[in-house]
């Protein structure tokens, strides 16, 4: 029998008291109960390069809705006039910021973004069907992919972003040497992170987190919280994207790391 530290967080509390809650039982060692935790798995590693799809076709059309002489949107078509992709420029610098991709069907297969203003692929999305079923992005600002995450295409769509509430599985690469050092897991509410913490490429049992948002025990004091966001202004423990939306805003404010 292994432990496992479990964390519960009342619904609706502040995402800063959530914070704070890890900054002060990290600092006092965390409180852990028994629990059946998997056994280590075998170590993996993965491609960390962010490859750009060509963006081309027999015919482009553009929409300058300005003036400037910069299109906001400039689409390929095949011969057929089937949309194969387009490129959008969000901020009017005359750099892609955004591009889809389109299967025979006219659905979206893949999209690109390019976050940093640079015209660098930052983030790239696969779907299926026009679903997403997975999505690999660098964190970090380094151009190599840090983070992936997989998605059931099959889960409720979130009303505001059209995607998943969150991924199903998301491993990380904290260090940017393309070997996980962390596996994220979703079920329902309920997330939990397996970290390897001694170099051996395995997730390591008795350092599994499980987060919830299912209205557990009380909050902790404000004396407690307090603590912690103080602790965590010092950039000891980064913020906890266990929601996300199905976007990157949650995933990039976690900053690269050995520890969640």
């Excluded at 602790?231 to 266990?242: F, I, K, R, V």
């Amino acid at each position: 029998m292994k432990r496992v530290c479990r964390v519960f967080f009342r619904r609706g509390l502040p995402r800063g008291r959530h914070v704070a809650a890890l900054a002060v039982l990290a600092s006092i060692g965390f409180g852990c109960g028994d629990a059946t935790v998997p056994p280590k798995v075998a170590a993996a590693t993965r491609s960390n390069g962010l490859e750009h799809e060509p963006c081309t076709g027999d015919r482009l059309d553009t929409l300058d809705s300005n003036g400037d002489g910069k299109p906001e949107i400039t689409r390929y078509f095949d011969k057929s006039a089937h949309e194969l992709c387009r490129w959008v420029d969000l901020n009017h610098d005359g750099k892609p910021d955004l591009f889809e991709y389109f299967d025979a069907s006219g659905s979206l297969r893949r999209r690109e973004f390019c976050y940093d203003d640079t015209g660098l692929v930052n983030a790239i999305e696969h779907y299926q069907s026009g679903k997403m079923v997975r999505r690999e992005f660098d964190i970090n600002g380094s151009h190599r992919i840090d983070t992936w995450d997989w998605f059931d295409p099959n889960a409720p769509a979130d009303p505001k972003t059209g995607r998943p509430a969150h991924p199903v599985h998301r491993e990380r690469d904290t260090k940017g040497d393309g070997h996980i050092d962390q596996w994220w897991t979703w079920n329902g509410d309920q997330l939990t992170i397996a970290v390897d913490r001694d170099g051996d490429g395995k997730p390591d049992p008795e350092a599994a987190l499980v987060f919830s948002d299912d209205g557990g025990p009380p909050a902790p004091t404000a004396a407690a919280t307090d603590a912690g966001e103080a602790a965590s202004t010092s950039g000891s423990n980064p913020p906890l994207p266990a929601g996300d939306g199905g976007s990157l805003n949650g995933a990039r404010e976690t900053r690269a790391g050995g520890d969640p």
